[in-house]
C-alpha cells in the first residue's frame, strides 16, 4: 500500500468515526456527500494532510544500505560485532595471602 493510498483509508475511517457522532441527524445522501467533501479536505489542503501525516502510522523499514531485515545475523544477539569485547568480572582476585 502506498502511502496516498494509506492517507485515503485513514481519512476515510476518521471521517466515518466523526458522522458516527451524528447518526440518525443526517439523511444517507447528506452524510454521503459530507464525507465525500471532509475526505477530499483532508487530502488536499495543508491541514488535513498535516493531521494524516501525524496520525498515520510510521513506516517500516524492509532493507536498509547496511543490512536487509531479517538477516542481522547475530550483531543483536551477541555474536559477531565490531565492538571490543570487555571481559566481564574481571579485575585483581582478592583474598590471597598479603
Known sequence: MNRDELYEMLAE???AEALAEV????SEREKKELSE?????MLT???GQ???R???????????????RGEAGEG??????DAPKIASGGGPKR???A
Open 23 to 26: 447518526e440518525g441527524t443526517l
Open 13 to 15: 475511517d476518521l471521517v
Open 45 to 47: 489542503t495543508p491541514e
Open 37 to 41: 467533501l471532509l475526505v477530499a479536505e
Open 76 to 81: 543483536e544477539a551477541g555474536g559477531a560485532s
Open 54 to 68: 501525524a496520525l498515520a502510522p510510521d513506516a517500516e523499514v524492509q532493507q536498509s544500505a547496511e543490512v536487509a
Open 95 to 97: 583474598g590471597g595471602s
Open 50 to 52: 498535516r493531521l494524516l
